[in-house]
């Protein structure tokens, strides 16, 4: 089983930075593929970036190259995302989740935690 904890999000003016943590419980964080999603106010859960276990690869989506940043502590048990050049766009709750072996998008069951908002003010 597998316990996250979110948090970092905020009310922020377009153009401005946040940085998201997500907490994992369990001593097997470093065995597993870390993921950010979001999900906006009537859509679908959308994937937004990952890392590799060992923090050497990462993979986003093409609304958030450039802007965002994957990274992970694995002896603290906590991926982070440091989002930059905030849009409106953006506004959304934001999970992390660890991820399939085999994927870069797809999470692995339904591990995910309350999630944090963020909201981008034009």
């Known amino acids: 089983q597998v316990q996250l904890v979110e948090s970092g999000g905020g009310l922020v003016q377009a153009g401005g930075s946040l940085r998201l943590s997500c907490v994992a419980s369990g001593r097997t964080f470093s065995s597993y593929r870390m993921g950010w999603f979001r999900q906006a106010p009537g859509k679908e859960r959308e994937f937004v970036a990952a890392i590799s276990r060992g923090g050497d690869t990462t993979y986003y989506t093409d609304s958030v190259k450039g802007r965002f940043t994957i990274s992970r502590d694995n002896v603290k048990n906590t991926v982070y995302l440091q989002m930059n050049s905030l849009k409106p766009e953006d506004t959304a709750v934001y999970y992390c989740?660890?991820?399939?072996?085999?994927?870069?998008?797809?999470?692995?069951?339904?591990?995910w935690g309350q999630g944090t908002q963020v909201t981008v003010s034009s």
């Open positions: 989740a660890p991820l399939m072996s085999i994927s870069w998008i797809t999470p692995l069951g339904d591990y």
